[in-house]
Each structure stands twice: as structure tokens, then as C-alpha cells.
């Protein structure tokens, strides 16, 4: 896809969609530095991205990316990068009355702040080079609020609002900023809480897949959960000198779960 050589920064990527993403742009021979707050696990994640793709080089980015000191020693210690994919993000369903202004505050450090420092850094030297790519991951959560989580939900518009404000700066130039949205996606922590769900049964995965979707996601029209492989490839070609016409865009990937045209 165009991207050997280069180096991306993925925010998340010891599990799930950050990590497959990972895995995708180091299948095209991207340089990829991995992200977690778990120094072992990212080591982990590295290690094995290495054996498999040995003619790039990931790195070990770990860093509590919510914690200030943290992330500026992360940008002092990787001040360039072609590619930064902001895919961290936490999410958890919650009652309406019990979000103390604590969590909201928290959840908008985690989801929005730290992706947003992470881009006015990093911009900056892409639009000097005329060259690279800025993801935000949101989800269909952005512009169809289940009402399970809006303190997730918010967060997630927020960054679609962001997105193309930051795509106004690009006007003229090869860097793009977009945002994907996915929908249910089966990272590690989704399929555990599927097994924990039936953990009285004797079905196989697909089964419980099928019958999860159709008690609880019925306006999904994939009626399976997306593979973070599939939204890792989407990442990668959105990364590749192919999708440069793609500006400010909101991108999904829901699986059907979004019921209008836009
Ligand atoms: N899974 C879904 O169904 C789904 C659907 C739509 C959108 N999304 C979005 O996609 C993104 C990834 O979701 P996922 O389910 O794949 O996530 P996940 O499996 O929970 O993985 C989260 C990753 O972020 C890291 N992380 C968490 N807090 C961090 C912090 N403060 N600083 C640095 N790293 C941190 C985790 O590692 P450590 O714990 O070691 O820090 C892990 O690598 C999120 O933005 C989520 O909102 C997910």
C-alpha cells in the first residue's frame, strides 16, 4: 500500500483494534511503536510483531498516556512519526446517575485529551513535510448514543468534531485526518465477557456470537462482531497514499449498526 519505511505511533496497541492495527500497517512494513501502560505487555507485543514482520523495527512506546509526565517523556523520546493512530480508549457501560463528575472528567482526559496532545504535537511536523496521517477511533457510539454510556458516547462525538476541525489545517496539503468508526468489535476483553455470559453452556463461540447478536445487538446486519483484523486493514489503506482524498472524514465500519444513510 505505499507505506514501507514509514514509522506510526498506535495508542493502544497491546490489545484488540490497536493492536491489529498495529499488526496490519507492520504487515506493509511500517515501523510501528507499541502502546500500553503495561511496559510487559507491550514488550510482548513487540516481540512478536518482530518475528513475524522481521524487516521492520517496532519499538517499545509504553506510557501511561493520561499521565502528563508520561506522555511528554513519550514524545521526547519519539519526536517524528509518519502515522499516529489514536485507538486508545476505554469504555464501560454505566449507569446514568452514577457518573460523578470525577468519571466524566476521566473519561474525556483518557478519550479525548490524550489523543488530542498526542496530535498537536505530531501534526505540526507532518504539514511541514506535506506528509501523513492522523486516525482517531471512535465508534458508532458517536452518532447513534445507545444511552448505555453517555459519558463513551460523548467522548467518541467529541473526536469526530475534532477530526475535522484539524482536517481545516490540512487544506493544500497530503496529511489526512480521519475517524474510523467502529462498531461491537471482538477485541480480548469483548470475548471474555461473551465466555463469561455463557459460562454455564456447552456452545461453541459461534453460537454464542449468534445468540448474543440477536438478544442484544439486533440492528447489527452482520450479526457477528467485527474482527479487529477488518478494522486494522481499514486503518492501513486509510493510512496509504490511496486514501488521501479521505479529509475530515467519519469513516464506519459497523457492521450495519448505524440504521441511517449518513
Ligand atoms: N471493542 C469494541 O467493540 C469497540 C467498538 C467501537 C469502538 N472501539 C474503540 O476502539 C478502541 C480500542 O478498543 P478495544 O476494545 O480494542 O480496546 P482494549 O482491548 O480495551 O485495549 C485497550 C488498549 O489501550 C491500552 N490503554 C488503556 N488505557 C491506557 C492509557 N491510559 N495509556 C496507554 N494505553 C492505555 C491498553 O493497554 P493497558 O491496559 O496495558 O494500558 C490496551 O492496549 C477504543 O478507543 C474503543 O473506544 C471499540
Excluded at 514524545?75 to 517524528?80: I, S, T
Excluded at 489523543?115 to 511536523?125: D, G, K, M, V, W
Aim: some cysteine; charged content about 20%.
Amino acid at each position: 500500500m505505499g507505506l514501507k519505511g514509514k514509522t506510526a505511533l498506535v495508542t493502544g496497541s497491546t490489545k484488540g483494534i490497536g493492536k491489529a492495527i498495529a499488526i496490519e500497517l507492520a504487515r506493509e512494513g511500517v515501523h510501528v511503536l507499541i502502546n500500553g501502560r503495561s511496559r510487559e505487555a507491550v514488550e510482548i507485543t513487540v516481540m512478536e510483531i518482530q518475528a513475524e514482520f522481521p524487516d521492520t523495527r517496532p519499538q517499545n512506546a509504553a506510557a501511561d498516556l493520561v499521565d502528563n509526565q508520561q506522555r511528554e517523556a513519550l514524545l521526547a523520546k519519539f519526536p517524528q512519526v509518519d502515522l499516529l493512530i489514536n485507538s486508545m480508549g476505554i469504555y464501560e457501560i454505566r449507569a446514568y446517575d452514577d457518573l460523578s463528575d470525577d468519571i466524566w472528567e476521566h473519561y474525556i482526559r483518557t478519550n479525548v485529551l490524550a489523543a488530542n496532545r498526542l496530535t498537536q504535537f505530531y501534526l505540526p511536523s507532518m504539514l511541514s513535510n506535506n506528509d501523513g496521517r492522523i486516525l482517531f477511533i471512535a465508534s458508532e457510539e458517536a452518532v447513534m448514543p445507545s444511552g448505555q454510556m453517555p459519558h463513551y458516547a460523548v467522548t467518541k462525538s467529541m473526536l469526530l468534531s475534532l477530526a475535522k476541525s484539524l482536517s481545516k489545517l490540512t487544506k493544500g496539503s497530503e496529511v489526512t485526518v480521519n475517524t474510523i468508526m467502529p462498531g461491537p468489535t471482538l477485541s480480548e476483553n469483548v470475548q471474555q465477557i461473551i465466555d463469561g455470559i455463557y459460562s454455564q453452556t456447552d456452545m461453541t463461540f459461534k453460537d454464542k456470537e449468534k445468540d448474543f447478536m440477536s438478544k442484544n445487538l439486533p440492528q447489527s446486519e452482520i450479526q457477528r462482531f467485527i474482527r479487529p483484523l477488518e478494522i486494522g486493514r481499514l486503518a492501513a489503506f486509510l493510512c496509504s497514499p490511496y486514501a488521501s482524498a479521505f479529509k475530515g472524514s467519519p469513516i464506519r465500519m459497523d457492521g450495519g449498526m448505524v440504521p441511517t444513510i449518513y
